[in-house]
T-cell receptor
Framework: DQQVKQNSPSLSVQEGRISILNCDYTNSMFDYFLWYKKYPAEGPTFLISISSIKDKNEDGRFTVFLNKSAKHLSLHIVPSQPGDSAVYFCAATLGGSQGNLIFGKGTKLSVKP | DTEVTQTPKHLVMGMTNKKSLKCEQHMGHRAMYWYKQKAKKPPELMFVYSYEKLSINESVPSRFSPECPNSSLLNLHLHALQPEDSALYLC?????????????FGSGTRLTVV
């Protein structure tokens, strides 16, 4: 059973526009949510995280929104750039003694010039 | 140094071979992880080391044997692997359990079992 779901395998956006990547989760005990970006043949790169006690975290062009009641989070990239083209993984962790990152299947973002 | 270094980058091994994957970080992170990623799938946790002790083993077959010689090094010893074990093996480290600072991943070792 997938605890972290990214239902859109791919997303195509025009350069300069907003990219919105969505993620749903089922386990209400997750205490941190993270977004990773992955280029082919490279390891995932940490982008931004959000604590379950917050509803928004912003870092430059990247903003993550958390809706706990809907068990939904989203990553907004504004403005989108061609270099943002990559696979984006949503991940969640239980923290505490667990230390396990649970990943979604990823969404491939293509930003067209 | 803000990197996790994995060697080798590529490895081809036969089913009777013994090989090791190596991972190194000098960020003072006390938690280190092995993940396995198959094509078009998310990374899946294999092992977690905390303060050089194995704390999580996600029911990984014994043909995979992790080792943490010190706080900067993490090895994954491979023996009698199967072709279905071919995957990208990712090492990661983190400053804390909660992941609030994010995990730092290495570039991975692309393993092919023939």
């Amino acid at each position: 059973d997938q605890q972290v779901k990214q239902n859109s395998p791919s997303l195509s956006v025009q350069e300069g526009r907003i990219s919105i990547l969505n993620c749903d989760y089922t386990n209400s005990m997750f205490d941190y949510f993270l977004w990773y970006k992955k280029y082919p043949a490279e390891g995932p790169t940490f982008l931004i995280s959000i604590s379950s006690i917050k509803d928004k975290n912003e870092d430059g062009r990247f903003t993550v929104f958390l809706n706990k009641s809907a068990k939904h989070l989203s990553l907004h990239i504004v403005p989108s750039q061609p270099g943002d083209s990559a696979v984006y993984f949503c991940a969640a962790t239980l923290g505490g003694s667990q230390g396990n990152l649970i990943f979604g299947k990823g969404t491939k973002l293509s930003v067209k010039p | 140094d803000t990197e996790v270094t994995q060697t080798p980058k590529h490895l081809v091994m036969g089913m009777t071979n013994k090989k090791s994957l190596k991972c190194e970080q000098h960020m003072g992170h006390r938690a280190m992880y092995w993940y396995k990623q198959k094509a078009k799938k998310p990374p899946e946790l294999m092992f977690v080391y905390s303060y050089e002790k194995l704390s999580i083993n996600e029911s990984v077959p014994s043909r995979f044997s992790p080792e943490c010689p010190n706080s900067s090094l993490l090895n994954l010893h491979l023996h009698a692997l199967q072709p279905e074990d071919s995957a990208l093996y990712l090492c990661a480290s983190s400053q804390s359990w909660s992941g609030v600072y994010g995990y730092t991943f290495g570039s991975g070792t692309r393993l092919t079992v023939v």
